[in-house]
């Protein structure tokens, strides 16, 4: 993609305000017990403590309905907490918004349009919404974003002729009118195809690289994994677990699968070497590798001297579900 | 305050009025704004043409206000049709227009990514409002334009003899009919004020535009009952027909400025509880 283009201004802006702004460590999200409690008594966000660090890629994963949207709406103005607060980019929400919010971009909740407004229009008139927002760099920036997203040849298209991706995209351009201190992105890849996702997941890095912070959210856990360096995770209204996504996997043991004609000699062999749980399926065994894990090639080794016939032999990634799973104790796909 | 330095752009108070400029191209280029336009402008040309079509029968002395006039003054049409249009056509177009500024952003979605622009929620709402009011001088504008043409063509023009018998030339009666406009436009602005009030209680822009009509056309038939003659001076719509008084040489003040008075106190009352509603109100759609 030809991005790098406009990506200057950017740069400088987000670099400067982290490098000579702020004590390092600063947060560019910070909750402090942060709640809501709906009308109805439902408890939506129960006590938050979430820290998103400074330029990092920030996963916030949860499944529908484990209060995530409405946490960012919280963030950024739009619901009043029941009780706590949060500060984003060090000032407090919802006080400072004027001040705060033009260097914060965000997709909340999918992409709204004018339907009856062309795409370009749509842009425009999010833009003019901004005060801070100078209308003689107006179009030039417009365009800039359409190009940045892959829309300038469907900018003067009427948005109501877009498909689901488009406006996901066109979404993703009045986040980037501006440069950017923030960007907050709920579920940016939604409505996209395998070759959309990847631009967007593309553009994600390229604006981290530049300093952004950026905060997404999502339910995929593999395109948090992808991108994220840090993640935090939510479930009906509590949040779980958050740290850098290495820590987050490095708490879980990984298993070692052999495959081997000798099954059953092989899993004595392992046995002895400390792994644990072991299971064998036909020609395969697997079993968890023990804390300090020992050298696979000793093992492999002791395999091999025990006269085991290792067909295969490899320690299985572990990947973000599988450390999900270990610390929530139950699967991903659970609604609310 | 470093932080901000990169980013602070040296805003000036005049880009606020951006949101304004973008509101107005935004109510404007909607095909249901023009359509809105579009029949208001139809009505003096079916008026007019029922008018010269009846020239020849029996008038029975019935019919809007000054229909009477209309086949010796063209000019006439105006006042006629603004007659016409007052009591439902053109509050009915406020009140889709009003109705819709917060809920239709509201139901669209398109609300929030206004706010966190962030267009402010005070001054989005001024913005809304006063785009409404735009709409109000541009709908009676049409009204009354479409009349004058229709008029023009249809029926002579020439001096105006006035409803207290006096006759002024005709340039002073173009003055009055501009005049006219003017009050019927802020007549209208009480009704866009709730119709912004109400707007600002739902997600959902048709609620908001059927409510709106609807407390138009009960306080249309409350108006018009003679037992509830002790509320009537409070509602928004009780001295609307009061611009008639423009036609009298000299003008008759009272009732122009009770219906002046009442507006204002539509918009002070209906526009504060629009404006604590949507300061404090969650947005989730």
Known sequence: ?336 | MSLAEPLVRNPSPLWSLGLLRSELGTVFRRWRTLVLLGVLATVPVLVGIAVKAQTHGDQGGHGPAFIAEVTNNGLFLVFTALAVTLPFFLPMAIGVIAGDAIAGEASAGTLRYLLVAPAGRTRLLLAKYASVMVFCLVATLVVAASALLVGAVLFPLGDVTLISGVTVPFSDGLLRAAAIAGVVAVSLIGIAALGLFISTLTDSGIAAMATTVGVLITVQIMDGVPQLHAVQPLLFSHYWLSFADLLRAPVMWDGLAKDLGLQALYTAVFGSAAWARFTTRDITA
């Not at chain 1, 003689?136 to 829309?151: K, S």
């Open chain 1, 1 to 336: 993609m030809k991005q790098r283009r406009e990506a200057p201004p950017l740069r400088a802006v987000a670099g400067d305000g982290r490098a000579e702004g702020l004590p390092a460590g600063e947060a560019a999200i910070a909750t402090r017990g942060l709640t809501k409690r709906f009308r109805g008594g439902q408890l939506a966000v129960d006590g938050l403590e979430l820290t998103v660090p400074r330029g990092s890629v920030f996963g916030f994963l949860g499944p529908n309905g484990s209060g995530k949207t409405t946490t960012i709406r919280m963030l950024l103005g739009l619901i009043e907490p029941s009780s706590g607060g949060g500060h984003l980019l060090g000032e407090p929400m919802p006080r400072a918004a004027r001040r705060v919010l033009p260097k914060v971009g965000a997709l909340i909740e999918g992409p709204a349009l004018y339907p009856f407004l062309t795409g370009r229009d749509n842009l425009v008139r999010f833009d003019a919404a901004d005060p801070t927002a100078d209308p003689r760099t107006r179009g030039a920036r417009v365009d800039a974003a359409l190009e940045r997203v892959g829309l300038a040849a469907a900018a003067g298209k009427k948005a109501r002729a877009y498909s689901l991706g488009m406006k996901q995209r066109l979404g993703l351009a009045a986040a980037l009118l501006q440069p950017r201190e923030l960007l907050v992105l709920d579920e940016p890849t939604n409505g996209l195809d395998p070759q959309g996702m990847r631009e967007i997941r593309g553009l994600v890095r390229e604006l981290a690289a530049d300093g952004t912070t950026v905060f997404l959210s999502s339910h995929l856990l593999d395109e948090i994994e992808q991108v994220c360096t840090h993640a935090a995770v939510m479930s009906r209204g509590r949040l779980i677990v958050q740290g850098a996504v290495a820590e987050l996997s490095a708490g879980v043991r990984g298993r070692l699968t052999v495959t081997t004609p000798d099954p059953a000699e092989a899993a004595r062999v392992l046995k002895e070497h400390g792994l644990s749980e072991l299971t064998s399926d036909g020609d395969e065994v697997s079993g968890e590798l023990p804390d300090g894990a020992p050298d696979l090639a000793v093992l492999n080794a002791a395999l091999v001297t025990a006269g085991v016939r290792v067909r295969g032999f490899g320690r299985q990634r572990v990947s973000l579900e599988d450390a999900f799973v270990a610390l929530t104790g139950e699967g991903f796909d659970v609604a609310g």
